[in-house]
């Protein structure tokens, strides 16, 4: 058997170094997002079948925070600004976006929490961030999200001190899913006859 020379060695290391590193890449994002998933870490909300069982005797205030990419038509604010519940009751509030301009425009909502501490007890039961949401030419809708904050806050030696949880979206454009498409050039095609 043939020994490889220390050149051949030393490009084959390289070679698994440059595949490594970009494996890592490649999955960075990934389990970035599953990180934060579990932890909360970065804001990032839990997600729950129902709503919560316990309520406690303890209020927190929850601010709503709306935005959108820049470059995205839409106008897009919270209904209500914020709201005072009791921690472990259910919450109910409302997004409201409007499409200005002549053609559908697809957009998805990315959201977080602030203080980041708190992200690990803010869930979502329902919300307009969960799916996409296309938005015809001068259409206004209005979106909700149904949530409730976790009474195990209470209980976290960092998050516990909370009084105020900040639920910020900011909603982006992104390419319009088939059928919008489909449904857009019929329309455009049925004007163009008439």
């Known amino acids: 058997m043939r020994k ?3 050149k051949t060695r030393t490009v084959a290391a390289l ?4 595949v490594f590193m970009g494996a890592m890449a490649w999955a960075s994002i990934p389990l970035y997002n599953w990180f934060c998933a579990v932890t909360g870490y970065g804001g990032t909300t839990n997600t729950a079948e129902a709503g919560s069982d316990t309520v406690l005797d303890q209020t927190i205030t929850v601010r709503f925070d709306a935005n959108v990419e820049a470059g995205m038509p839409w106008e897009f604010e919270a209904v ?3 709201m005072t519940l009791k921690i ?3 919450g109910l509030a409302y997004f409201e ?4 301009t002549d053609h559908p425009i697809a957009g998805q909502a990315g959201y977080n929490v602030a203080p980041f501490t708190a992200g690990s007890y803010f869930n979502k039961v329902q919300c307009f961030c969960f ?3 296309v938005l015809q030419p001068g259409e ?5 999200v149904y949530f409730y904050v976790d009474p195990a806050i209470t209980e976290d030696r960092d998050a516990k001190f909370t009084k105020t949880i900040t639920l910020s979206y900011t909603f982006y454009e992104i390419d319009l899913p088939q059928d919008a498409q489909q449904a857009a050039l019929d329309e455009a095609e049925e004007t163009s006859v008439n």
């Open 140 to 144: 206004r809708v209005e979106m909700p």
């Open 97 to 100: 976006a409007y499409n200005p």
């Open 88 to 90: 472990g009751e259910d």
């Open 4 to 6: 490889l020379d220390s």
């Open 15 to 18: 070679g698994g170094v440059i």
């Open 131 to 133: 799916t996409e949401q």
């Open 80 to 82: 209500e600004r914020e």
